[in-house]
Every structure is written in structure tokens, then in C-alpha cells.
């Protein structure tokens, strides 16, 4: 079985500094080192970033999408919500991740690029 796993982690959000998400996700780090994972990409800081992620989940869907394969992605940061744009939340609001500069990022573009690995694994 190969392990995949993506790390997103920063210290700021615009004119927000938090503390503790990148010392954390390093922790998550060694965790799944000592575990035996070896696929490990990690984004701190200003790594973690729009430019940055689409292209992360899509290589890890592309992993993910063939047998044998897990996938983890660790977020050690902060979110919000927005206004659902196209009535497909039964809340009313779409989630958003906060990236380092990017201030929001919509998850439902992520899961866009994970709906294959639903396809796969069910």
C-alpha cells in the first residue's frame, strides 16, 4: 500500500499571525515519518498558496486514482464561509480554506479535484 499525504500549514493570513500551524504541521510531519510514510509534500509558509495547491491536489489525485494507494491531506490552519454560490450546500455557505496570501480558498474546487478518488474508493 502507498501513502500519500499533503501538509498545508501557515503562520499568516494576511495581517493574522498564528503560532502554533506550521509547528504543528511539522509535528504531523515526524508523526508520518515515523509511521513509514515517505510521499510527504508539505507547504508552509508562503508555499502555501493558491499557485501552490491546485496543482498538489491534483497530482494527488492522479496518485490516488490507482490501486493500492491512501491519501491524507493535514491542514493546520483556519477557515470560513461564504454565501453558497450555487445551492448545493444544505447550510447556505461554502467552505473556504485560508491560504498564506491568498486570504480564501473555495473547497469546493478542491473536491473537484479529489471527486475522482470518491469514484475510485467506493
Known amino acids: 500500500m502507498n501513502k500519500h499525504v499533503l501538509i ?6 494576511g495581517s493574522w ?6 509547528s504543528d504541521a511539522i509535528k504531523m510531519k515526524s508523526l508520518f515519518e515515523e509511521l513509514g510514510v515517505s510521499n510527504i509534500d508539505t507547504y508552509l509558509n508562503n508555499r502555501y498558496i ?5 496543482p498538489a491536489m491534483k497530482n494527488l489525485a492522479e496518485k490516488l486514482n490507482k490501486p493500492n494507494q491512501i491519501g491524507i491531506i493535514y491542514n ?11 445551492g448545493d450546500e444544505d447550510d447556505g455557505m461554502d467552505e473556504l480554506w485560508n491560504t498564506h496570501t491568498d486570504n480564501v480558498y473555495w473547497m469546493m474546487k478542491l ?8 469514484i475510485h474508493l467506493n
Do not use: C, E, M, P
Open 111 to 118: 473536491l473537484k479535484y479529489l471527486k475522482i478518488l470518491t
Open 76 to 86: 493546520a490552519g483556519h477557515g470560513n464561509w461564504t454565501k453558497d454560490t450555487n
Open 17 to 22: 499571525k498564528i503560532y502554533q500551524s506550521v
Open 50 to 54: 493558491r499557485s501552490n495547491v491546485i
Open 8 to 13: 498545508f500549514a501557515s503562520n499568516y493570513y
